[in-house]
């Protein structure tokens, strides 16, 4: 079977879009679809949410730089089908490095095309950094979809608007003519605030057919996870953060196919 490539991106940092990367790829993989999750953020939450150390040359820095290939970057996890390419402070410099480069915004996609290939995964999740930058770009290069977590705030559509203007840009040059918004993820729903549904209701008369009818609550066990190095199904199996997740994996899976 194919590899569906998403990237999980949002020019705002705080809005669950890490917490979305790690506990999707592990909904993903607890239903037995292959999972790789590429941690593309210098500040490697994804990384350490999965309870994995940073280590000296297992970002994709030097793949970036044509140095080394993503296929031995792979790093298993301690969840079955969930494989991970780590992050760590040298990415930081690629935000920079890239831009000097040729093709600048295709080296993401040329270095996971042996990754895709392979074979091995049906599913890649890219985490990016909470910025527009180089980095979130080329992972946009790379991605079939973009999905977008948007908290249940004021002001979330602004953002909505900014990064979807993007993707036309990225469309209109020929650069990912293929990139679709697979869909949004409204993260952190309160239920105790009437703006958490004002926003809600907001996003679906915008984009009705784009938002997942599973809304991420706003749950202190999603935030206690990744200090502890777990998902939210080890960290706690039966909190609604859990059910949450594990039922927008299953919309995943059945709105594209996996």
Do not use: W
């Not at 037995?32 to 994995?52: E, F, M, R, V, Y």
């Not at 295709?106 to 270095?111: F, I």
């Not at 009705?208 to 960290?235: H, N, Q």
């Amino acid at each position: 079977m194919a590899t569906t490539i998403f990237t999980i991106a949002n020019q705002k940092g705080g809005v669950g879009k890490t917490t979305t990367a790690v506990n999707l790829a592990a909904g993903l993989a607890q239903r037995k679809i292959h999972t790789l999750l590429i941690d593309l953020d210098p500040q490697a939450n994804a990384t350490s949410s999965l309870g994995i150390e940073k280590q000296e040359g297992k970002s994709l820095y030097g793949a970036l730089h044509g140095e080394g290939e993503a296929l031995s970057l792979i790093t298993p996890t301690a969840y079955e089908h969930l494989a991970l390419i780590p992050s760590e402070e040298d990415l930081a410099a690629a935000e920079i490095e890239l831009a000097q480069m040729e093709n600048y915004l295709m080296k993401l996609k040329g270095v996971l095309a042996p990754v895709v290939a392979s074979g091995g995964f049906r599913a890649v999740i890219i985490d990016c950094p909470p910025a527009l930058g180089m980095l979130s770009m080329n992972s946009l290069a790379a991605a079939d979809y973009l999905l977008i977590t948007l908290q249940c705030e004021y002001m979330a559509l602004e953002g909505l608007g900014q990064i979807l203007r993007n993707v036309d840009r990225l469309r209109t040059a020929g650069i990912n003519s293929a990139l679709e918004l697979g869909g949004i993820v409204m993260t952190m729903f309160d239920v105790r605030t009437s703006l958490s549904r004002q926003v809600v209701e907001e996003v679906k008369t915008h984009m009705p057919d784009k938002i997942f009818s599973t809304v991420i609550p706003r749950t202190v066990r999603l935030s206690e996870a990744p200090s502890f190095g777990k998902t939210i199904f080890d960290y706690d199996p039966t909190s609604p953060g859990t059910t949450a997740y594990r039922s927008l994996a299953d919309e995943v899976i059945k709105r594209f196919a996996l």
